[in-house]
């Protein structure tokens, strides 16, 4: 079984990616195993860069084969912001709760015909001695004027998804791992995995 190391400390995240890589012949294994692990800065201007730099580092320091994924929110009328920086939106002491209020202040103008947003994932996969491959996945939804359900992490009560008539956070995890951009990114992982493992 392949053991990889998947370059995340938010439990959310890597309860998600574990679900879906289970039946994989894949072992998943997160940072809290890696003590010596740096926090890595996520300083490039695209999803595609940081998610190089953190799976290339960890790989690295870990000796292992690592997963890395930078995601985030664009929403147009904010000129795509605040895309890489989703995680720290509100500042450096951010939270799910302080960039969601940033977010509805700053949308708070906007009618309901401009509200178009797109959750956005580059996952990073580095085998050590091979070229790092980018995987991505991309999930079209609107900005509520306020949150709705307490599921998911993050922008989740704030993404109304319209095929689904509701938003993120009142998906069952089953279907948001079926059409979120993380889950859409990891299945292609997932088929890279197979191939390669034959």
Known sequence: ???LVVA??????LKEI???L???GVS??????????PEVEEDGDTFALNAAKKAETLAKVTGLPCLADDSGLTVTVLQGRPGVHSA???????NDSSNNLKLLDQMALVPE???QAAFCCVMALCLLDQPTRLFEGRVEGLILSQEQGDGGFGYDPLFWVPDFDCTMAELPLDIKNRISHRGQALRQVV???STFQR
């Open 1 to 3: 079984m392949m053991e």
């Open 8 to 13: 995340t400390r938010n439990a959310g995240e």
């Open 18 to 20: 574990r679900r879906l």
């Open 22 to 24: 289970e039946g994989h």
């Open 28 to 37: 998943v294994l997160g940072l809290d195993r890696f003590p010596e692990a």
């Open 88 to 94: 720290r939106f509100s500042g450096v002491d951010a």
């Open 113 to 115: 015909d401009q509200r």
């Open 191 to 193: 088929a890279f995995l």
